[in-house]
C-alpha cells in the first residue's frame, strides 16, 4: 500500500502555490479572531502556501530555472536573481494554434540547449500519465512536437542530448532529434497483456516508479522493462457515466494471484539488437530496480523474492545478459525497497543503505559486493540518500538522528567520519532537493503549525543563501484566526511501549471541562519517507486546518503513533509483521484509555476517523474496541486483506494461502456484529487503489449482523476522493457527522 498516507499526501498537496491578494490585519482583526470555516479550508485559496513553481537545477550549480508566468527564466543561485528569459511564453506558441502551449513541466538536454516541455497531461493512475511533449530549440526557437502518433509517455533525452526515448501504448519508441526520425524499439505491447517500458499497476504503486525505461551514461544502449500480464487477474471498475455504465478493466494482482512475469532487456542504438538479460529462472519474483551502474556496458538490476524477505542486486552486461549475484540483504521480515542503491565515480564502489543492523544505516561496497565499511550507526535511520559529492567524498542524507518526529540533512564521508548536521539547528522537516553537484540545496522547511520557508542553502554548511518564499502572508493569515495550540506528547502502554502522540487544544482551552475527543490515526508500515505518521513536527495542511476548527468547536484532536510506524527502527515498524491490524488495534486502544484518564475529557465521547489504511483502522476500533469509541468515520478503507494487492499486502502478511489467520483474524468484516456506536463508511466508487469492493464487503456484513451505519460514496472519484468541490462536500459531511454524533 504505497498509497500507505496518500490521503494526508493528497491534501497536502491541494493547497498549492497562490494567497489571496490584499489581506491585512487590522487592530480590530488583532482582537477579534476569526472562525475556521471549511470553505477557506477546501474551497477557497484562503490558506494555499506558496512554492517555488517549476524549479529545477541547471547543470552547472550556479543557476537554476523556473516557470514564471509561462516563460523559463533563469535564475542565479547566490542572489535568486533572475538573469535571463530562456524561453518567453511567446515562443511557446505552435504553429497553427491560437495561444502558447500551457505548459505542465519541462527537461533540458545535456548542454541545455534543447528543451522538452510537456503538456496536455492526463493522469492514469498516481504516479502514470501520458503527454503531449514539445522539442524547443533555444538557438532556432523553433518548437517542434515529439511524436505525431498520439500522446506519449516519460520523454526522456539522451546524456548526449541527441535522441529522445519514450513511450506509446505499451511500446518503447526512440526519436533522433536531428533529423525527428522515430524509431520503434519494441512494437509488440498489447493493452491488458503486455508492457513494455512502463511499470504495471502493482509495480507504479508499491514500488514507487511508472517509467521502465533508463538511457546509458553513454548513450548507446537503452535498458527497458517488459511486464507479461498476461496470467494477471483483471478487475472491473465501472465508471458511472452515460446511460450504460463504462466498464474500465485492468490487471491488479490480489493478494495470493498471479503476478507479472518482468524481464529487462537492453536495445543498442547502433545496430537495432536487442538483448535480453539472465533475471533467473524463477518467473515469480520482482524486479523493483533497474539502473546504470557507472562502469561500461553493466547495468544493475535489484531481485526480490515473492516473500520479499531477499534481495539481490545483480550486475549485468549489457552486451551479452549475462548476471552475476554482488550482494544479497535478507531480513527475518521483509526488505524495504527504496531508491539508496548509488554507484561512485569510476565504477569501483557504491553506496547502499540496509537495516541489518537494526536501522536503515548507509553502507560503503565495491563491485563485487564487499562490505568496505558501515557509514553511519546509531539508534535512528537514514530516510533519503540526497546527493554525493565525489571531489570530497561526502553523501548527503536526510535522518531522524535528532528525533522521530523530524527530518533533517546531515552528511558523512566515504571513511565514515566527519559526520555532521547541514540543515538548520532546530525543529521540524526538511525536504530537501540539492543540486547535482551538491554546493547547494532547495530546502522546504516547516514545523508544527508553521507554514514551509523555501530557501536556497549551501550545501558543505547549509547557510542559508537567499530565502526563495517564506510564506509571510499565509503566516499573517493564520494569525487572524483563533488556532489552538498542537502538543507533542508521549503515551506509555501497560505492556511499556512508548508511543508519540499530538493533541490539538481549542484556544480558550479550560482545564475545568470536560472534552469529547476526535482521534486520527493512519497506523500503517511504509519505510524511509515520513508518508505512515501522522505525528510530525511539520504544518500538516489541510487535515491540520481541518482539525483546528474542530478545536474551535469544542473538540480535542489527538493522533497516537502506533506500532507498525515508521521512524523508529525496523523493530518497531516490524512488530506488526504477519499479523496486520492486532497491534495497531491494542496501541490505539491503549490511546484512548489513556485520554479517558486525563481530567478534562469526557471518556463517554471518544470517536475516531482514519482515512486508506487510517480506515481500515477505525474500522477495527469501532468493532474490536467498540465499548471505547462512541463514533468512528472510516474513508477508503481496507476492510479484508484479501482485497489488496501483491507485493503490499504479501510484504507484511505473507500470502494468505500461507498465513490465512493473518488476513482473516483482523478484518473488519469478521468483527461487524461488535459494532456498537455511530460509524460512517465513505467511498470513491473509482478508487483505482482500495476498491469499493471492500467497502461493499464490510456494508454487506453489517447488514448480516443488523447494525446501523451509514454511507457516502462518490461517483468516480479515485483513492483520493477530490475534484470540483467533492472535498468541501465530504468534510462538510464528516464535520456533520462528528457534531452530530460525538
Known amino acids: 500500500m504505497r498509497f500507505r498516507f496518500f490521503a494526508l499526501a493528497a491534501l497536502l498537496a491541494a493547497h498549492g502555490p497562490a494567497l489571496v491578494p490584499g489581506v491585512t490585519t487590522t487592530a480590530a482583526q488583532a482582537q477579534q479572531k476569526l472562525p475556521l470555516t471549511l470553505e477557506d479550508i477546501w474551497a477557497k485559496p484562503t490558506f494555499r502556501s506558496a512554492s517555488v513553481p517549476g524549479f529545477n537545477w541547471m547543470k552547472d550549480g550556479r543557476y537554476y530555472s523556473a516557470l514564471e508566468g509561462g516563460s523559463l527564466v533563469q535564475h542565479q543561485v547566490t542572489t535568486g536573481k533572475a538573469l535571463q528569459t530562456l524561453v518567453a511564453a511567446a515562443d511557446l506558441q505552435p504553429a497553427g494554434a491560437n495561444a502558447p502551449l500551457d505548459v505542465d513541466g519541462y527537461t533540458f538536454n545535456s548542454d541545455e540547449q534543447k528543451i522538452l516541455f510537456t503538456t496536455e497531461t492526463e493522469p492514469i493512475y498516481r504516479r502514470s500519465a ?15 512536437p515529439l511524436s505525431a502518433g498520439g500522446k506519449q509517455g516519460y520523454a526522456t533525452f539522451s546524456p548526449d542530448g541527441q535522441r529522445v526515448a519514450f513511450t506509446r501504448d505499451n511500446n518503447v519508441y526512440v526519436t533522433d532529434l536531428a533529423t525527428m526520425k522515430e524509431t520503434a524499439v519494441t512494437t509488440n505491447g498489447v493493452k491488458n497483456n503486455l508492457i513494455n517500458g512502463s511499470a504495471d499497476w502493482v509495480y507504479e504503486e508499491e514500488f514507487g516508479f511508472a517509467q521502465g525505461f533508463f538511457w546509458s551514461p553513454d548513450s548507446k544502449q537503452l535498458a527497458y522493462y517488459t511486464f507479461d500480464e498476461s496470467q494477471v487477474p483483471e478487475y472491473d471498475m465501472q465508471e458511472w457515466v452515460g446511460l450504460y455504465p463504462k466498464e474500465n478493466r485492468f490487471k491488479y494482482p490480489k493478494a495470493g494471484e498471479k503476478n507479472s512475469v518482468v524481464s529487462v532487456s537492453t536495445y543498442d542504438m547502433a545496430s537495432g539488437r536487442t538483448t535480453k538479460m539472465d533475471v533467473g529462472p524463477e518467473p515469480d519474483q520482482y524486479i523493483p530496480r533497474v539502473m546504470w551502474t557507472t562502469a561500461p556496458n553493466l547495468l544493475s538490476i535489484q531481485r526480490l523474492n515473492r516473500l520479499q524477505n531477499k534481495l539481490e542486486i545483480l550486475h549485468a552486461d549489457a552486451n551479452t545478459g549475462k548476471t552475476k549475484v554482488v550482494l544479497t540483504d535478507t531480513n527475518a521480515a521483509y526488505v524495504e525497497i527504496n531508491d539508496d542503491l548509488n554507484y561512485l565515480a569510476g565504477g569501483k564502489q557504491f553506496v547502499f543503505t540496509s537495516e541489518k543492523d537494526g536501522y536503515q544505516h548507509l553502507y560503503l561496497h565495491d563491485m563485487n559486493g564487499k562490505q568496505v565499511r558501515q557509514l553511519t550507526k546509531g539508534n535512528w535511520e537514514i530516510s533519503q540518500i540526497n546527493g554525493f559529492d565525489p571531489k570530497t567524498g561526502f553523501v548527503y542524507f536526510t535522518s531522524t538522528e535528532g528525533s522521530a518526529l523530524q527530518r533533517h540533512l546531515y552528511r558523512v564521508n566515504l571513511k565514515g567520519g566527519g559526520k555532521q548536521r547541514i540543515s538548520e539547528v532546530g525543529s521540524g522537516i526538511d525536504v530537501v532537493n540539492m543540486s547535482p553537484d551538491t554546493k547547494y540545496f532547495l ?59 499530538y493533541m490539538i487544544k481549542p484556544a480558550n482551552f479550560d482545564p475545568a471541562k470536560k ?9 500503517g508500515p511504509s519505510f524511509g519517507s515520513s508518508s505512515s505518521q501522522t505525528v510530525l513536527d511539520n504544518y500538516g495542511g489541510g487535515n491540520y486546518l481541518w482539525h483546528q476548527m474542530l478545536a474551535q468547536q469544542g473538540y480535542l484532536v489527538v493522533s497516537v503513533e502506533n506500532r507498525g510506524t515508521s521512524g523508529r527502527g525496523s523493530a518497531f515498524r516490524k512488530a506488526t509483521y504477519a499479523n496486520l491490524g492486532k497491534l495497531e488495534t491494542i496501541d490505539q486502544a491503549e490511546g484512548a484509555k489513556y485520554l479517558a484518564t486525563l481530567p478534562f475529557v469526557d471518556k463517554s465521547r471518544i470517536g475516531i476517523w482514519g482515512w486508506s489504511y487510517g480506515g481500515y483502522m477505525s474500522s477495527l476500533a469501532m468493532t474490536k474496541n467498540a465499548d471505547l469509541f462512541k463514533m468512528g468515520i ?24 500461507e498465513n490465512p489467520a493473518g488476513y482473516d483474524e483482523n478484518s473488519p468484516v469478521q468483527f461487524a456484529q461488535n459494532l456498537k456506536g455511530k460509524f460512517l463508511l465513505v467511498h470513491g466508487t473509482g478508487d483505482d487503489n482500495v476498491h469499493f ?30 475534484g470540483g468541490n467533492t472535498r468541501l462536500h465530504l468534510y462538510r459531511q464528516m464535520t456533520n457527522f462528528v457534531k452530530q454524533n460525538l
Not at 501520458?130 to 517542434?144: C, H, P
Not at 510564506?471 to 508521549?490: P, V
Not at 484479501?642 to 503490499?648: A, L, S
Not at 457516502?712 to 483513492?719: A, C, K, T, V
Open 130 to 144: 501520458k503527454s503531449r511533449y514539445y522539442v524547443f530549440d533555444r538557438a532556432s526557437k523553433k518548437l517542434t
Open 443 to 501: 530546502n522546504v522547511h516547516s514545523s508544527a503549525g508553521v507554514p514551509a520557508v523555501t530557501s536556497l542553502r549551501e550545501g558543505a554548511t547549509g547557510k542559508l543563501v537567499k530565502t526563495l518564499e517564506d510564506n509571510a502572508r499565509l503566516k499573517q493569515i493564520l494569525a487572524q484566526y483563533d488556532l489552538g495550540k498542537l502538543e507533542f506528547m508521549t503515551i506509555k502502554t501497560s505492556e511499556g511501549v512508548d508511543l508519540n502522540a
Open 515 to 523: 472534552y469529547p475527543v476526535l482521534m486520527h490515526v493512519y497506523g
Open 634 to 657: 472510516a474513508v477508503a478503507p481496507v476492510t479484508n486483506w484479501r482485497y489488496y494487492d501483491t507485493v503490499y499486502t504479501e510484504r507484511y502478511l505473507k500470502t494468505p494461502q
Open 693 to 722: 469492493q471492500n467497502s461493499i464487503a464490510f456494508v454487506d456484513a453489517l447488514i448480516k449482523a443488523n447494525k446501523d451505519y451509514q454511507t457516502l460514496y462518490y461517483p468516480n472519484r479515485n483513492h483520493g476522493i477530490s
